[in-house]
């Protein structure tokens, strides 16, 4: 009776989705992944084992009782209140008042969300015992249902609030444990907020990037040349549907009708924080359309190589002129008025790093080797940058996202209908739709997204909390 | 030299490099000589690059595929081939494209520059109309520009008090490249621009029309070897003199490629398609550049700014000779263009040094 109730107070707030485990009778926790999408197909809850398209990951409950995390939460808060007491009271100078202003505002969400959650959790606490209260008596039905009500009008207020704050976040289908549980509903709903909030926001995440896919080899034909433009026709897609801007600065086809390679510059909110993870080897596993193979209805594996490169803002790289060497077609010959050319494909070489970038997109010399000069900016940095990002690297992150480029990221297989992500395990199916660029793979963009912030921010925790425990010792009297 | 004027109907062909030794003494236009015949069914846009490329290649026409691929870019309405979709490409053509198609790259067959045969080009950021003989933008030019605009940019960041009215002065329009360009750019300036030839005033005109700045721009046609005074007596000084004029060496005239000057061994007359006027210096390539110097301290303002692009041979011979016979100018410096060649001269009007005899106050 008491499940029942519980159950119509969850539904009203979200989707639930129960697992097999219910059929034993009461509740277990189980956080799992799975876009409202999905549960749109799941609408009324039932009993009994839902599918998932996606394995089951670490949720983040678990990730939010994990110590490290708490403690730096507390830390963090603890932060947060020093500042504001700070910024009141003690007299402070121009530089420091801005410093430490700047941080209270970082810290400001985290603070608002987590308070939110305290108060959330009282509300929750106050309900539950009311409930445990009215367990077992008669006047259970009426009661029960006239507190429900009040209840539920302001948890779907809070809510609503609460949720409207998160962005294009899957929202977390649970079983709370109402009893006895550490996790309370409301401080799920925030969750996702608070750990927004707590991870650490790579300073690249809000660039513009240079995207190059490069068509790899394989014995099947052309596969790989045809898969190459469906990818870069797939990105294209993706800017759209994300509403970026998409400008193709290279666009080489392949002999037979496929793309060789291209390179297009992507503008808009957050580029690289989406893309970032695309980079690398992806395989095609298909039938060719032409061939002996294609008869036989033998399957040919290929590859195609994308790279992702944060483009930053021109002043940060700096290049000496003379530090390049400029290849034309004027180079070759005496040039000027003497020679007259339709063949304005400019290359640009750095020659301190033998760094190249070329282009022959438009009828203009000079354009042409302004996006050169771009497109050469962009890989210095991505170079300069290259060192850092290695120092930045775990054990811990190798797992999702930074392997060697010889291995293969994701797998598109077309004769099975599905794209499979190595780094997660993700799988969807209905390849067609996925390569449109839309909503399918904005999903497991987002998953992979999970993933690694979850990561980072573990990190991030750990680092902290470590680094305290080196700074409380020696201090320690 | 030949110094046959044209006429706004291309040229006329008395013959040409047909397949095999064969002579052939025609009276007609080129565009029908040898004419490949259309294909019998219908074919897409790429088929059709790839057989005007084979074409283009099998007579020794320069750039066989890029002629190919912006001709037929063209008539499908886009700048480059990479820009059309795949659906496009691979599009049956109309028998109306096909036939256009055959017309325009048969053009090109007898060497015409593809700017001509699609009677456009991009400089810049501006797309121009081409049309013979008027001379056709080079790449360097672009840079010539680059370099007038960075020049005025960095004068307004270091504070030198704006002109109320910044002009410039432009000898050699062409097909307007230059001061279009400018005007484009600097949407406070004002031009002025003269060609000895007529053809190039009304092209110039005709693209300023077509870009909306003819409102900026006043096109004289005007030669500065012959009428130095009515171009005088025309304007006010101007704080910008650029020019792109005629440098080349005479006797290079000659070794240049097809596309300028053709010459088609069983002919009396020379087909050719840019204006020779426009690339002929003189025999030191210096002919028009002396002019336009001796005449810079009358029309330039007070240090005012002249900027030319030149043979990488001249900018020494610049030097010295306007440090020898022009007054009231000074050489400041040669930049070099992308392939490292010194391809650009800056003098800038200086005040006049007075010398042990002068009396006078100080000359403008």
Redesign the interface.
């Known amino acids: 009776m008491l499940v029942r109730r519980c159950l119509r107070l969850c539904s009203l707030c979200t989707r639930v989705v129960y697992s097999s485990g219910v059929r034993r009778g009461g509740w277990r926790t189980l956080v799992g992944h799975a876009s409202v999408k999905h549960a749109n197909r799941t609408d009324v809850p039932h009993w009994g084992r839902v599918m998932f398209k996606r394995f089951f990951h670490s949720d983040l409950g678990e990730l939010y009782k994990n110590e490290s995390v708490q403690v730096y939460l507390e830390q963090l808060m603890e932060e947060h209140r020093d500042l504001s007491k700070k910024l009141q009271h003690a007299y402070l100078s121009e530089s420091d008042r801005k410093g430490l202003t700047k941080k209270h505002t970082e810290l400001l969400p985290l603070a608002s969300v987590f308070r939110s959650i305290e108060q959330a959790q009282k509300d929750l606490e106050e309900v539950s015992s009311l409930l445990k209260g009215l367990a077992g008596t008669k006047d259970e039905d009426e009661d029960l249902t006239q507190l429900l009500k009040e209840e539920e009008a302001q948890i779907s207020s809070k809510i609503l609030a609460l949720r409207r704050d998160v962005r294009t976040q899957k929202t977390q289908l649970i079983n709370a444990e109402v009893c006895d549980g550490p996790l309370f509903l409301h401080e799920v709903f925030s969750l996702p907020q608070l750990i927004k909030a707590l991870i650490p926001t790579d300073p690249l995440d809000s660039s513009n990037v240079l995207l190059e896919v490069v068509s790899g080899r394989t014995t099947g034909g052309d596969i790989c040349q045809q898969f190459t433009k469906e990818m870069f026709d797939m990105y294209q897609g993706f800017a759209f549907y994300k509403n970026w801007d998409f400008e193709v600065l290279n666009y080489t086809p392949a002999e037979y009708g496929g793309l060789h390679h291209a390179a297009a510059r992507i503008a808009g909110e957050n580029v690289y924080r989406h893309l970032k993870h695309e980079g690398g080897t992806h395989r095609v596993q298909r039938i060719p359309e032409v061939g002996l193979s294609s008869r036989m209805q033998r399957i040919h594996t290929g590859t195609v190589t994308v790279i992702i490169l944060p483009q930053p803002v021109e002043f940060e790289v700096h290049i000496d002129p003379k530090d390049l060497r400029i290849d034309t077609f004027r180079s070759r010959g005496p040039g000027g008025q003497s020679v007259n050319t339709t063949d304005s494909a400019v290359r640009v070489v750095h020659l301190p790093t033998g760094i190249t970038a070329e282009c022959q997109q438009t009828r203009s010399q000079l354009q042409n080797r302004e996006t050169a000069m771009r497109m050469l900016r962009a890989r210095l940095y991505q170079g300069m940058m290259g060192k850092e990002t290695e120092q930045r690297n775990t054990a811990r992150k190798q797992q999702v996202g930074t392997r060697s480029q010889s291995e293969r990221i994701r797998t598109y297989n077309f004769s099975q209908d599905r794209v499979t992500d190595h780094r997660t395990g993700y799988t969807t199916r209905d390849i067609k739709e996925f390569m449109r660029g839309g909503e399918a793979l904005d999903d497991l963009i987002s998953d992979i997204l999970e993933h690694t912030e979850k990561e980072a921010l573990l990190e991030a925790a750990e680092n902290s909390s470590s680094l305290k425990r080196t700074e409380s010792g020696p201090s320690a009297d | 030299m030949w110094r046959r004027s044209l006429s706004t109907s291309y040229y006329r062909c008395f013959g040409c490099r047909s397949s095999g030794p064969k002579v052939l003494w025609k009276s007609q236009a080129v565009r029908t000589c040898s004419a490949p015949a259309l294909p019998a069914g219908r074919i897409t846009p790429?088929q059709a690059v790839k057989l005007w490329k084979r074409r283009f290649e099998e007579r020794g026409v320069?750039?066989p595929e890029?002629?190919s691929q912006?001709i037929i870019a063209h008539l499908l309405g886009a700048?480059?081939i990479?820009?059309l979709e795949?659906e496009r490409l691979?599009e049956f053509l109309s028998r109306e494209q096909t036939e256009q198609i055959w017309k325009l790259c048969t053009t090109r067959l007898s060497r015409m520059?593809?700017?001509y045969v699609i009677e456009e080009?991009?400089?810049?950021?501006l797309t121009l109309k081409m049309r013979p003989p008027v001379?056709?933008p080079?790449?360097?030019t672009?840079?010539l520009v680059?370099l007038v605009l960075n020049d005025l940019q960095m004068k307004t960041e270091m504070g030198v008090p704006a002109e109320t009215e910044p002009t410039c002065l432009e000898v050699g329009c062409g097909s307007g490249a230059i001061s279009l360009s400018l005007l484009k750019s600097l949407p406070q300036l004002k031009g002025v621009t003269l060609d000895q030839s007529q053809d190039a005033v009304d092209l110039t005109r005709e693209n300023a029309l077509r870009l909306g700045l003819e409102d900026r721009l006043e096109i004289h046609h005007i030669d500065v070897m012959k009428d130095a005074e009515t171009l005088l007596s025309l304007i006010r000084p101007v704080t910008t003199l650029v020019s792109?004029p005629?440098?080349?060496f005479s006797e290079?005239m000659a070794s240049?490629?097809p596309?300028?000057l053709s010459v088609c061994f069983c002919c009396v007359l020379l087909p050719r398609f840019?204006d020779p006027a426009?690339?002929d210096g003189g025999e030191d390539g210096l002919k028009v550049i002396k002019q336009i110097l001796t005449l810079a301290p009358q029309i330039l303002s007070s240090y005012g700014r002249a900027y030319l692009?030149v043979?990488?041979r001249h900018p020494p011979l610049i030097r010295q000779w306007v440090e020898g016979n022009v007054d009231g100018l000074q050489f400041k410096e040669a930049r070099h263009?992308?392939?490292?060649?010194p391809?650009f001269c800056i003098l800038q009007k200086e005040e006049v040094k007075q010398g042990p005899q002068a009396g006078s106050g100080l000359r403008n």
């Open positions: 790429l320069t750039e890029q002629s912006y700048k480059t990479e820009s795949q691979t520059p593809v700017q080009w991009d400089f810049r950021d001379f056709i080079r790449p360097e672009e840079e680059e792109n005629p440098y080349l290079d240049l490629e596309e300028i840019e426009a690339l692009e043979d990488p263009d992308i392939t490292g060649r391809r």
